[in-house]
C-alpha cells in the first residue's frame, strides 16, 4: 500500500457544534477504504509485538478504530460506554465536563488484574473522557500500558490529564 496522506482526509468544518469551534470531520476517511485501513494501521503500529492483552474503545469513534486495531495486534476488544448501555454488571466512573459532569462505564468482567491494554479513541482534545477511562481501567485492574489516538488537539493539553506515560497520536493540530 502506497502512503497515505490521512489530513487530506480530515474536513475542518468551521462552527460546528457551535460558534467559535473547528470540528475535525472524520467522516471522509471512513468513507474510503485505503485511508480507513492505514490509518488502523498506523494507529496500530507503534503497538506490534508490545503484548496488549486488550484494547479498549470509547465510545463511539473510539469502537470504529478500536476494533480493527485489536485484530491488528490479535488482541480482544473491551467497550467503554456512556452511562446505561451496558447490560450486565458494571463499573464506572464519574468525570467533570465543562458545564456538569458525565459518566463511563465499562462490564466488571470486562478486564483482568494485570491484563495489559491499549485504549484507543479517534481524537483526544482536553482530555477528560479518555482520563476517566484510564480510571476505570485501572480500577478495574487492568494495566494502561499506552494510549493511541487518529488525532490530537494538542493545544488543548489532553495528554496531561491522563496519567500515562506511552500516547501515540497519528496526527497533531
Do not use: C, N
Not at 458525565?102 to 473522557?129: K, N, S
Not at 487492568?142 to 496531561?160: H, K, M, N, P
Request: proline content about 4%.
Amino acid at each position: 500500500m502506497s502512503e497515505i496522506d490521512l489530513r487530506s482526509f480530515i474536513r475542518d468544518v468551521p462552527d460546528f457544534p457551535k460558534a467559535g469551534i473547528l470540528f475535525r470531520d472524520l467522516t471522509p476517511l471512513l468513507e474510503d477504504p485505503h485511508a480507513l485501513r492505514a490509518a488502523v494501521h498506523a494507529i496500530a503500529d507503534p503497538f506490534r509485538g508490545d503484548g496488549i492483552d486488550a484494547v479498549v474503545g470509547i465510545e463511539s469513534r473510539g469502537f470504529i478504530f478500536g476494533a480493527p486495531v485489536a485484530l491488528e495486534l490479535g488482541a480482544g476488544f473491551v467497550l467503554i460506554r456512556k452511562k446505561g448501555k451496558l447490560p450486565a454488571e458494571i463499573v464506572q466512573e464519574e468525570y467533570e465536563l465543562e458545564y456538569g459532569t458525565d459518566v463511563v462505564e465499562m462490564h466488571a468482567d470486562a478486564v483482568e488484574t494485570g491484563q495489559r491494554v491499549l485504549l484507543v479513541d479517534d481524537l483526544i482534545a482536553t482530555g477528560g473522557t479518555a482520563a476517566a477511562a484510564v480510571r476505570l481501567l485501572e480500577k478495574a485492574g487492568a494495566d494502561v500500558a499506552a494510549a493511541s489516538f487518529l488525532i490530537e488537539l494538542s493545544a488543548l493539553g489532553g495528554r496531561r490529564m491522563m496519567g500515562v506515560d506511552r500516547i501515540h497520536a497519528v496526527l497533531e493540530y
